[in-house]
């Protein structure tokens, strides 16, 4: 596979390689000295050039055809994203014995690095890795890291897609996380962005055509199969060896992949699981691909379809929040009633080919039913649930505490994997707002003209404006929540649940060890295993479910709980007596 931008060869000189196709001149400018060194070009489209080893820190850009850019591989970018790239040589994680977490094992937490923590960096949030072991979590999923513009930004409006955000960390810091991470039986997959370039700092168009018009929210599609394709085919697959093999990454989440556009007789997202499976099979370790495709469609994660061990599946979400909130604005329009909790519960999708979807006014998604469970990532909140909000709430805040524990537990009684969102495992109340620090006047003023078209539906609804920095601070963790006796009851709660379902005894991962009823008339839904019996009350009348003495209640959401008399809102789990 080809390698880009800058990396030591064999001999231990400095090597460069940029694609350009179309260039007429390239070359290097050393920043220290303004010296240019003429570059030579390749048949295939690719310039070059060898020099004795440059020190790390040296900065550089690559002059096309007369004008000066940084490197679009570059892995550091000291200055920003308007300045000059620096070479560095990232290490690769050593965690002598790691295998990795199979997708069946996996317990998923999202976070955001930047809010995770009061100092939002990498070495701040290893501290925290204990907590998240001791909570039951195996899979850390790292919102994305490529470099973007100013210090605040949820981090999918990355333009440097080799380079890690200076504001986390070292690229010291990260290989310690993960590291850490790995010592403490958690592996660490990473969210990237393969559909769009961010808006501001981009400067791929001077090399190649590496975006071509389609219609997606963020303008550019990238150029999988046009002209000049082949290379930056290429990047994004060196990118994903980058991240996955140089620096030691335990998988992806991959954001929008339905947005990603490939005519060619093989797709680049199979491609790239593809070349996923070949690293791990080299190095002896699993590694996850996760896909956020979210239009229900089975060929995701389907043997001779893309590939993916799983993708976010998004109906039992929307169709618990629709319910439990009577929210019906954007995509919860097309959820709302009891049965669409037990269809997503049942047969994975709701939105399965049978129905309109009425945010689109489309038939909309695939019959999930022949799936497996673990092809299935299901949460109650995420990044984009929460922060796609007017004023970034969460379900805790909003709708109280019966209400998201009844979500929660219904989560994790089910087969799928289940995905938690950074602080809810303690009843975080901060919001998770959008936020940015861009520099261009015009691009802020963009944005906030359209989070108020985006929000127009809800009449009278404000969003926050997403530039100002308190957006980002308020989006922080309030860790000493955590401390509260309500913070620790909480944990501890979630600790049992996990603990249950890593057990096997909550919600195994297989459709057919769960049998599943519903009734509307009095919202009672029932979920059964072999070793658990999980009540879940849907309603806002207490309910008297009789329960037989096999049974003896484990855990209740309304504590301390009486067996078989449900409060509205509620949940019971029970365990064969003794267990």
């Known amino acids: 596979m080809v390698a880009l931008g800058h990396y030591y060869n064999e001999q231990g000189q400095s090597e460069f390689r940029v694609f350009a196709p179309e260039c007429r001149d390239m070359a290097l400018r050393l920043e220290a000295t303004q010296q240019t060194l003429p570059m030579e070009r390749q048949a295939n489209g690719y310039w070059t050039l060898t020099q004795p080893r440059l020190a790390l820190g040296t900065r550089y850009r690559f002059v096309v055809d007369g004008t000066a850019y940084p490197d679009p591989a570059s892995r550091w970018q000291p200055d920003g994203m308007h300045g000059a790239s620096a070479i560095c040589e990232p290490s690769k994680v050593q965690s002598p014995g790691w295998r990795g977490v199979t997708i069946e094992d996996a317990i998923i937490y999202e976070l955001h690095i930047g809010t995770f923590t009061p100092e939002g960096t990498l070495a701040a949030a290893q501290a925290k890795l204990p907590h998240l072991q001791a909570l039951g979590i195996t899979v850390i999923e790292l919102l994305p890291l490529a470099a973007f513009p100013g210090e605040r930004n949820w981090g999918y409006d990355g333009t ?168 019906k604005g954007r995509h919860y329009s097309s959820f709302g009633s009891f049965d669409d909790i037990v269809k997503a519960l049942r047969d994975s999708f709701v939105l399965d080919g049978t129905r309109m979807h009425t945010f689109y006014n489309r038939l909309f998604g695939t019959d999930g039913r022949g799936t497996a469970a673990t092809e299935h990532v299901v949460h109650t909140q995420n990044h984009d649930q929460i922060g796609n909000r007017p004023q970034g709430d969460r379900m805790i805040a909003t709708y109280g505490r019966d209400k998201a524990l009844l979500a929660t537990i219904t989560m994790l009684a089910s087969p799928y994997v289940p995905m938690l969102f950074m602080g809810e495992e303690y009843g975080e109340t901060a919001p998770f707002l959008f936020f940015e620090e861009f520099a261009d006047a015009h691009l802020i003023q963009a944005v906030r003209d359209g989070r108020r078209r985006e929000f127009a539906y809800q009449e009278g609804s404000e969003p926050r404006d997403a530039h100002d920095r308190a957006a980002f601070t308020d989006s922080k963790l309030q860790w000493s929540r955590l401390q509260s006796e309500e913070g620790q009851t909480l944990f501890q709660f979630y600790q049992a649940l996990i603990a249950l379902k890593r057990a096997g005894k909550l919600g195994p991962r297989d459709k057919q060890q769960i049998g599943i009823a519903g009734d509307e008339k009095t919202g009672l839904i029932c979920l059964q295993t072999k070793e658990s019996l999980t009540l879940l009350n849907f309603s806002n009348q207490t309910q008297q479910v009789p329960v037989a003495a096999e049974w003896e209640l484990a855990l209740s959401s309304n504590l301390p709980g009486v067996g078989g008399l449900l409060p509205p809102y509620s949940a019971h789990v029970y365990l064969h007596a003794g267990d």
């Open 160 to 327: 440097y897609l080799f380079a890690l955000h200076g504001a986390y960390g070292s690229y010291a810091d990260l290989q310690a996380f993960i590291e850490a991470a790995h010592e403490l039986g958690i592996a660490v997959i990473l969210d990237v962005v393969y559909n769009h370039f961010g808006p501001e700092g981009n400067y791929s168009w001077a090399y190649a055509p590496y975006t071509k018009q389609a219609d997606t929210p963020w303008g550019a599609a990238i150029n999988f199969d046009g002209g000049h394709s082949e290379g930056i085919r290429a990047f994004y697959l060196a990118n994903t060896r980058y991240w996955l093999e140089e620096i030691g990454f335990d998988g992806f989440r991959m954001d929008a992949v339905s947005l990603i556009f490939d005519a060619s007789p093989r797709h680049i997202l199979r491609e790239i699981t593809d070349l996923a499976r070949d690293i791990a099979a080299r190095e002896g370790r699993e590694i996850l691909m996760i896909a956020e495709h979210l239009r229900n469609e089975t060929e995701v994660t389907a043997a001779d379809g893309l590939g993916y061990h799983s993708q976010w599946n998004d109906d039992l979400n929307h169709a618990l929040f629709a319910f439990l909130t009577g929210e």
